[in-house]
């Protein structure tokens, strides 16, 4: 009997291990269909400019793997692009806590912070991006924003360390007042950012002088032309 017994066991072991490996075998069928499928999706959707299939397909794909981290990269891509900061945070965000240290997830955190004026926490992300790329772009907008802060002391640091880092550094782009963008040097914008800290603490006559020297490296910058404007004006 008790052999009659080990006999049935092992039958149906054998018959479990048949059944286990057909849905194995079937799962992965149905994965690999879906996949493509939502991949075939998703290249249509870019071709024809259609952002929310785009992200229909995006979501399916990272439904069906979540450790897909270019699916995930693509979807805070596409809301960042599209202006939903608050998704496009959330999603680096998760990227981050699966890819510490990502320098594109670390930028798109900070420039959704900054587009959402919380400029603290993009001030964090920036701070990070620059430890690991050492960018002087990085580095003023981190600035910039401890001005916007109002924590001076800081921005004016940074500023100092921008000076030291000023010569033979390419052209920072400024937006002017009719949406143009103009390239200026370095030097110029760290001293209307100084002329800037200066005009906001009261110092007025300071300010002026930054503004002017900061003319005098570039005299087409229109930012420290208007500021002198507003302080002219009183």
Do not use: W
């Amino acid at each position: 009997m008790r052999r009659i017994t080990y006999l049935l066991a092992v039958v149906f072991l054998v018959m479990g291990t048949k059944a286990n490996g057909q849905t194995q075998k079937q799962d992965s069928v149905y994965f690999a269909r879906e996949y493509l499928q939502g991949m075939a999706i998703l290249n249509k959707a870019r071709a024809f400019n259609d952002i929310d299939m785009e992200k229909e397909a995006l979501y399916k794909l990272l439904v069906l793997d979540e450790r897909d981290t270019s699916v995930l990269m693509s979807l805070a891509q596409l809301y960042f692009n599209s202006g939903n900061f608050t998704s496009s945070v959330l999603v680096s965000l998760d990227f981050l806590n699966k890819h510490p240290g990502n320098i594109t997830a670390l930028e798109i955190a900070a420039l959704s912070y900054e587009q959402l004026r919380i400029y603290d926490k993009a001030v964090q992300f920036y701070e990070d991006l620059y430890l690991r790329r050492q960018n002087i772009n990085v580095l003023y907008q981190i600035a910039y924003l401890q001005y916007a802060l109002k924590r001076f002391d800081e921005s004016s640091n940074n500023l100092n360390i921008l000076e030291s880092k000023s010569e033979g550094a390419a052209n920072m782009q400024f937006p002017k007042a009719d949406g143009a963008v103009q390239e200026v040097p370095v030097m110029a914008a760290v001293l209307n950012l100084k002329g800037l800290i200066a005009k906001e603490q009261g110092n007025t006559e300071e300010a002026k002088r930054m503004f002017n020297e900061a003319i005098k490296l570039a005299p087409d910058f229109e930012a420290p032309k208007i500021s002198i404007e507003e302080i002219n004006k009183g």
